[in-house]
C-alpha cells in the first residue's frame, strides 16, 4: 500500500520559516518523482516543488524559487521542504505526492506530471 505522510505545518508570521517532511512507503523511491502541491481554500491545486528520486533533480514553481528548497533522504524515504521568506499567500494545505513525469523532464514543470497518490497534507498559515 502507498503512503505518504506529511508533518511540520504551522502558523508563522511573515519572514519565517518552516521545513515540512513526507515519510513515503509502498513504492520504491528511486523509481518516482516526489512532489509538493498546495491548495488554498478556494484555489486549484499548485505544484510547488518536485525532486527526482534517481537523480535528485528539481523542479520549483516561480512563485517560491529561492525561497524554497526541497531535498530529499533516500536512505529514509524522507523528501523535505524548506520554506524560507514565507508570504501570507503561502498559506494552503501542503501535500506531498508519488510523481510520474508523463513527458519532458521534471524542470518542465507540474503540467507534465501526474500524481498517482498523495498524503492528507500539512497545514501552513503564514499571518502578516
Known amino acids: 500500500e502507498v503512503k505518504l505522510v506529511e508533518s511540520g505545518g504551522d502558523a508563522v508570521q511573515a519572514g519565517g520559516s518552516l521545513r515540512l517532511s513526507c515519510i513515503a512507503s509502498?513504492?520504491?523511491?528511486?523509481?518516482?518523482?516526489i512532489g509538493w502541491f498546495r491548495q488554498a481554500p478556494g484555489k486549484g491545486r499548485e505544484g510547488v516543488s518536485c525532486?527526482?528520486?534517481?537523480?535528485?533533480?528539481?523542479y520549483y514553481a516561480d512563485s517560491v524559487k529561492g525561497r524554497f528548497t526541497i531535498s530529499s533522504d533516500n536512505a529514509k524515504n524522507t523528501v523535505y521542504l524548506r520554506m524560507n521568506s514565507l508570504k501570507p499567500v503561502d498559506t494552503a494545505v501542503y501535500h506531498c505526492?508519488?510523481?510520474?513525469?508523463?513527458?519532458?523532464?521534471?524542470?518542465?514543470?507540474?503540467?507534465?506530471?501526474?500524481?498517482?497518490?498523495w498524503g492528507q497534507g500539512t497545514q501552513v498559515t503564514v499571518s502578516s
Open positions: 505526492a508519488q510523481v510520474t513525469i508523463i513527458s519532458g523532464t521534471i524542470e518542465d514543470g507540474d503540467t507534465n506530471y501526474l500524481y498517482e497518490n
Open positions: 509502498g513504492f520504491t523511491f528511486d523509481d518516482y518523482a
Open positions: 525532486i527526482n528520486g534517481s537523480d535528485n533533480s528539481t
